[in-house]
């Protein structure tokens, strides 16, 4: 590694993952995990292997199917946690443990152990750790609210006992740029051997400076950012990847810094994170916003025609958006819809766009154009066909106007068993509701129903969001069609399935000393 790379650490898969309803498939989950690997991020933070069986199976197969990152997998302050960490990511080629502990006053209070017991538990936990990998990374937690001396203390105690990587974490996003510089440079010169490790930065957006803090960091002598695609993660999110990707690249004259990242994948994979999260990307997000690289006023635009650099100060394919002229409609072919998706940032297996061309096609049948933003919401949609979930729409009719009750007749479903139900409801959404409730009983609570349209027009397709939430877990469901009642179906039906699948992701109590899974990093 040489002084002037910054190492991108992903932890959309774990941080990212622990977001309110964002919770992902075991397919969906290799899927990104092979995005960010193509895409040259350095190592993913594939998950919490003791967290839950799919928690395990998804870091395990992760770890055998990636090609060049390094696969890490998060584990408390405990050895049952290193143990299970340690079994998951044992067929990498390239394996990480990551073990963490709260070391602030405020979280020291929580397992209730003294500085001095805190002490030994890290470097028992970091030398049994070591023994087990070769590349360890430790983060007191909550470091930016750790009295100085002893961070200090608890840092030279986990390098003495093997880390390699040693991670300073911004928990709940409380510091400001020059403090996050500053906390670096002191650490790095106070602490004995901070030569021989990488100091690494994981701010949270809480006050909406994750990306200033982590930039400030690497100024400062951090060389290793974590991060995750969209800004995903607790509350206001983690650093966004394509943030400090693009600041470095496009500011390169005062931050002389370099990753490994092809720039040009990234809108691909931020449309593809928005769609299985469940988080839509806002319009004015930087970098990947649909409004990044849109101009309105007439001075911009005016600007724009004569010299795209004076409002731009980086081109839309840099970060693999392209313009095309290649109009899309009921007579085009799949060799069409391949190369207009390829100009998207989209490329697909030749299964996964014999799929989509079907869809696109009766897409096509209802609307005279179909545009780019149709194609991204085709490809991106929870059909509800994933072989994991136990529910599936089979046909929807509803009966709505200004006469109720309003009425769905729904056929649903349930572990391949089709259920016939009719049902009434405040209006034909509430009705549908209704209907999948009295199919396929529940307690979850709708937290959020949300209707977008895709482009614009009558003919418009509608993309519903819809949040749920039972017993503290949040689940996030999305789909689009251009009769907005089946979206919001579909919608709802696939939260459930996330519903059911989050049902068995918690960890287990034993060690009531460790911090929680919602608490990590």
Same mark, same amino acid.
């Given at each position: ?71 890490? %997998? ?40 003294? &500085? ?133 690249? *496009? ?42 690289? !849109? ?34 409609? =009921? ?55 994933? =072989? ?10 509803? *009966? ?8 769905? *007749? ?34 979850? &609570? ?7 349209? *895709?482009?614009?027009?009558?003919? !418009?397709?509608?993309?519903? #969001? ?17 009769? #907005? ?23 287990? %109590? ?7 899974? &919602?608490?990590?990093?």
């Amino acid at each position: 590694m040489t002084q002037d790379s910054v190492v991108i650490f992903d932890t959309t898969l774990r941080d990212g993952e622990q977001s309110p309803g964002a919770t992902m498939t075991h397919a969906e989950k290799l899927e990104i995990a092979e995005m960010l690997d193509d895409m040259g991020v350095d190592i993913i933070e594939a998950g919490f292997p003791i967290a839950s069986e799919g928690d395990f199976n998804a870091v395990s197969e992760i770890s055998k199917r990636s090609k060049n990152s390094v696969i890490c %997998g998060l584990a408390r302050a405990n050895l049952k946690d290193i143990d299970r960490c340690a079994e998951a990511i044992r067929n990498a080629s390239q394996p990480r443990i990551h073990t963490f502990i709260g070391t602030s006053p405020l979280h020291r209070a929580i397992p209730n152990l003294t &500085k001095d017991e805190m002490a030994e538990r890290i470097h028992t936990t970091v030398t049994h750790a070591r023994n087990l990998c070769d590349n360890v990374q430790w983060s007191p937690m909550d470091a930016t609210r750790t009295e100085y001396d002893y961070l200090c203390k608890t840092i030279e105690i986990a390098i003495n006992a093997g880390a390699t990587t040693i991670n300073i974490p911004d928990t709940v996003g409380y510091t400001a740029p020059k403090e996050s510089a500053d906390l670096i440079a002191k650490l790095i010169l106070d602490i004995p051997r901070s030569n021989e490790v990488i100091f690494a930065t994981h701010c949270h957006n809480d006050l909406g400076m994750a990306t200033a803090n982590s930039l400030a960091a690497v100024s400062a002598g951090a060389r290793q950012i974590e991060c995750t695609i969209n800004g995903l993660g607790e509350r206001a999110g983690n650093t966004a990847l394509e943030e400090v990707v693009m600041a470095l690249k *496009v500011r390169n004259d005062i931050m002389p810094y370099r990753t490994n990242i092809d720039s040009t994948k990234i809108m691909a994979i931020s449309r593809r994170v928005a769609t299985v999260s469940g988080f839509a990307v806002q319009f004015n997000k930087a970098i990947v916003g649909k409004n990044a690289f !849109a101009h309105e006023s007439g001075i911009h635009q005016d600007g724009m025609l004569k010299n795209s650099e004076t409002f731009e100060i980086m081109r839309p394919e840099d970060v693999g958006l392209s313009e095309t002229n290649l109009v899309m409609g =009921k007579h085009s072919g799949r060799a069409a819809l391949r190369s207009k998706l390829k100009d998207l940032g989209i490329e697909l297996a030749d299964n996964q766009l014999n799929d989509v061309f079907i869809r696109f096609k009766s897409l096509a049948d209802l609307k005279k154009e179909v545009f780019d933003d149709d194609l991204i919401a085709l490809v991106g949609e929870d059909t509800g066909d994933n =072989k994991s979930y136990k529910l599936g729409l089979k046909s929807l009719h509803v *009966v709505c106007g200004t006469e109720g009750p309003q009425k769905a *007749v729904l056929e649903l479903k349930i572990d391949d068993e089709i259920h016939f139900v009719t049902a009434t409801g405040d209006g034909p959404v509430d009705a549908t509701f209704n209907a999948v409730k009295e199919l396929f009983p529940h307690t979850a &609570k709708l937290q959020l129903y949300q209707v977008h349209a *895709v482009t614009e027009g009558t003919d !418009a397709q509608a993309t519903v #969001t819809v949040r749920m939430e039972e017993d503290g877990k949040i689940a996030t469901g999305q789909s689009a069609d251009t009769d #907005t009642v089946v979206a919001s179906a579909k919608a709802y039906i696939n939260a459930l399935n996330k519903m059911v699948i989050k049902r068995e992701k918690s960890l287990p %109590g034993e060690d009531t000393k460790s911090v929680s899974y &919602k608490d990590a990093g």
